[in-house]
C-alpha cells in the first residue's frame, strides 16, 4: 500500500501495537501527531511482522504534508506566518475552510498563493497551500 507520494491521516496506533517491539519506530513514534496529514517520502524494502497485519509492514519515511485551503485574502501572502482560525463559511467546499490536518491555533506558513478566489459574507478568501509551522 505504500507509496512514495501517496498522503494519510495518523489515527494513532491500536491497542496491539503497544505490546510490539517496533512500537516506537512506528505508529507510536513520538514525532507523529494523531490527526496530521503525512506524506510518504521513502519506502523501505525490508518486510516486518506485525501483530496486526498478516502480509507484515514496510517502514516508511513521512513528512508532514502541505495543506491546501481558503484564507482570508488580507493574509494570502506567500512567506507570512499566521495563526489558523478556521472562517465560519456555508461554502460547498467544507475541506478547503476547514481542512482535515489543521487545529485552530496552529501556526501556518503559506507557500504558495493560488488564483482561485471566493467570496462570503462581502468578504475575499484566496485558496493557498500552507505548511504548519512546529517550532
Not at 506566518?81 to 482535515?100: G, H, N, R, W, Y
Request: with cysteine; glycine share 6%.
Amino acid at each position: 500500500m505504500a507509496r512514495i507520494g501517496e498522503k494519510f491521516i495518523f489515527t494513532g496506533p491500536v491497542d496491539e501495537c503497544h505490546n510490539c517491539k517496533l512500537f516506537l519506530s512506528c505508529t507510536g513514534n513520538p514525532q507523529l501527531e494523531v490527526g496530521r496529514i503525512y506524506e510518504i517520502l521513502k519506502v523501505r524494502s525490508m518486510k516486518h511482522e506485525c501483530l496486526i497485519s498478516e502480509d507484515g509492514v514496510i517502514a516508511v519515511e513521512v513528512t508532514e504534508a502541505p495543506i491546501t485551503l481558503m484564507i482570508q485574502s488580507k493574509y494570502a501572502i506567500e512567506g507570512l506566518t499566521i495563526t489558523f482560525q478556521p472562517a465560519s463559511v456555508e461554502s460547498q467546499q467544507p475541506d478547503l475552510f476547514k481542512p482535515e490536518g489543521l487545529k485552530p491555533g496552529d501556526k501556518i506558513k503559506i507557500v504558495k498563493v493560488w488564483r482561485e478566489k471566493q467570496s462570503y459574507n462581502n468578504e475575499t478568501f484566496i485558496k493557498v497551500t500552507v505548511e504548519r509551522v512546529t517550532q
